[in-house]
T-cell receptor
Framework: DGGITQSPKYLFRKEGQNVTLSCEQNLNHDAMYWYRQDPGQGLRLIYYSQIVNDFQKGDIAEGYSVSREKKESFPLTVTSAQKNPTAFYLC????????????FGSGTRLTVV | RKEVEQDPGPFNVPEGATVAFNCTYSNSASQSFFWYRQDCRKEPKLLMSVYSSGNEDGRFTAQLNRASQYISLLIRDSKLSDSATYLCVVNIYLSYGGATNKLIFGTGTLLAVQP
């Protein structure tokens, strides 16, 4: 079955540490996205990529980095520069243009310890 | 002003009730519209797209008023399993790379259906 896989499901980060969240899809979607969700807030766009080897900053890109070396993969690195990284991170993909909505992965819950 | 605004709720309703969610959006260039459902600590899942003519899927009816920039979702004969957060989502056109869009999410309305 096609879908999006995020790993790990839960992640604990120490202060000053970089961590990488994995996102893999086998839907043959061109576009991939990273969102962050905090309690009581909507999903906020971190980065998005429409094609391989290209990506754009979203609304809250500071403290994050991404790469898109393969169509199937769009990993997100939460760097030590992100001062408040504790959140629920969601990866999504769509056919070009997102006219038909997104398909989401099951998310990674990141906690700073 | 938020780009997509929803009443956060919670809406507490008995089983069998009809419940309506409303949503307004600020960007008149928004092209397409959706309702997503999100269960506690899970990812959002597409419930239905919203078309200008209105559309229905079983107990769910979605309506769009472009002139008022208003979207609604009606749930009839609500079930316990309908308890979730309902997210109003609009599609915004971006100029980068041609036909590039992004989805803007409302904060969601929490529905709790009581037995």
């Amino acid at each position: 079955d096609g879908g999006i896989t995020q790993s790990p499901k839960y992640l604990f980060r120490k202060e000053g540490q970089n961590v990488t969240l994995s996102c893999e899809q086998n839907l043959n979607h061109d576009a991939m996205y990273w969102y962050r969700q905090d309690p009581g807030q909507g999903l906020r766009l971190i980065y998005y990529s429409q094609i391989v080897n290209d990506f754009q900053k979203g609304d809250i890109a500071e403290g994050y980095s991404v790469s898109r070396e393969k169509k199937e993969s769009f990993p997100l690195t939460v760097t030590s520069a992100q001062k408040n990284p504790t959140a629920f991170y969601l990866c999504a993909s769509s056919v070009q243009g997102s006219r038909y909505g997104y398909t989401f992965g099951s998310g990674t819950r990141l906690t700073v310890v | 002003r938020k780009e997509v605004e929803q009443d956060p709720g919670p809406f507490n309703v008995p089983e069998g009730a009809t419940v309506a969610f409303n949503c307004t959006y600020s960007n008149s260039a928004s092209q397409s519209f959706f309702w997503y459902r999100q269960d506690c600590r899970k990812e959002p899942k597409l419930l239905m797209s919203v078309y200008s003519s209105g559309n229905e899927d079983g107990r769910f009816t979605a309506q769009l008023n472009r002139a008022s920039q208003y979207i609604s979702l009606l749930i009839r004969d609500s079930k316990l399993s309908d308890s979730a957060t309902y997210l109003c989502v609009v599609n915004i056109y971006l100029s980068y790379g041609g036909a590039t869009n992004k989805l803007i999410f409302g904060t969601g309305t929490l529905l709790a259906v009581q037995p």
